[in-house]
């Protein structure tokens, strides 16, 4: 019930300003592009100081090792059949990302056409909120996920309220009834073990009386 209540006040407070967009791909989109600025400045520098390494190394003399010790000892048809191979491999590959490519859209198409439905069928039914998500695949399955991050937050800090709530309350009553519960049983026992000792005290003359009989 509260975090009905939550998502409901949340939504209508959108509603009363005008329905911006809760959450958008603009954050991913900006995310991917700060990450990928960053990791391309770490690489620029990092190849510079590589480069320069590089130059410093005598890569000539060491092609020509190369050459001579490796490369001049494998005979042409297996230099060829290498060839050969390494640019099937570069072809296959090329053949795989086109192939990858075309499955990716033809998957991604119906799946964006059905979004974009859902979040008509949405706005049709709450026109007050048109415009609260933006009509795409990534936009819908951002907003689905954030909202069932905040519908879970809220269900914890409920649930977390409630159980103090509830311990508290049993900490009071339920105390409270163990220590009327023990008072009311203290007397019973003293009664008890009162009439215990008054049974077993002419049960103890007898014997007395029989032991001294027997002497």
């Given at each position: 019930?509260?975090?009905?209540?939550?998502?409901?006040?949340?939504?209508?407070?959108?509603?009363a300003?005008?329905?911006?967009?809760?959450?958008?791909?603009?954050?991913?989109?900006?995310t991917?592009?700060?990450?990928s600025?960053?990791?391309?400045?770490a690489?620029?520098?990092?190849?510079?100081?590589?480069?320069?390494?590089?130059?410093?190394l005598?890569?000539?003399?060491?092609k020509?090792?190369?050459?001579?010790?490796?490369?001049?000892?494998?005979?042409?048809?297996?230099?060829?059949?290498?060839?050969?191979?390494?640019?099937?491999?570069?072809a296959?590959?090329?053949?795989?990302?086109?192939?990858?490519g075309?499955?990716?859209?033809?998957?991604?198409?119906?799946?964006?056409?059905?979004?974009?439905?859902a979040i008509?069928?949405?706005?049709?039914?709450?026109?007050?909120?048109?415009?609260?998500?933006?009509?795409?695949?990534?936009?819908?399955?951002?907003?689905?996920?954030?909202?069932?991050?905040?519908?879970?937050?809220?269900?914890?800090?409920?649930?977390?309220v409630?159980r103090?709530?509830?311990?508290?309350?049993?900490?009071?009553?339920?105390?409270?009834?163990?220590?009327?519960?023990?008072?009311?049983?203290?007397?019973?026992?003293?009664?008890?073990?009162?009439?215990?000792?008054?049974?077993?005290?002419p049960?103890?003359?007898?014997?007395?009386?029989a032991?001294g009989?027997?002497?």
């Open positions: 019930m509260a975090a009905r209540a939550l998502l409901l006040v949340s939504l209508q407070a959108l509603a300003e005008g329905a911006k967009p809760l959450v958008s791909m603009d954050i991913v989109y900006d991917f592009d700060l990450m600025g960053a990791f391309t400045d690489w620029t520098k990092a190849k510079a100081g590589v480069d320069g390494m590089l130059a410093k005598p890569t000539d003399d060491l020509k090792h190369f050459h001579t010790t490796v490369t001049a000892n494998i005979p042409p048809e297996h230099m060829k059949q290498l060839d050969t191979a390494l640019a099937e491999a570069t296959r590959s090329v053949q795989v990302k086109a192939l990858a075309e499955l990716a859209e033809s998957v991604y198409e119906p799946a964006n056409k059905a979004a974009v439905a008509d069928q949405f706005e049709t039914l709450l026109p007050k909120y048109r415009g609260l998500i933006p009509k795409s695949l990534g936009n819908l399955v951002l907003f689905a996920v954030y909202m069932l991050i905040v519908l879970y937050l809220v269900f914890k800090v409920a649930s977390f409630f103090t709530a509830w311990s508290i309350f049993c900490c009071f009553c339920c105390c409270g009834c163990c220590r009327g519960s023990k008072k009311e049983a203290a007397p019973a026992k003293k009664g008890k073990s009162e009439k215990g000792k008054a049974t077993n005290a049960a103890a003359k007898a014997e007395s009386k032991a009989k027997k002497k």
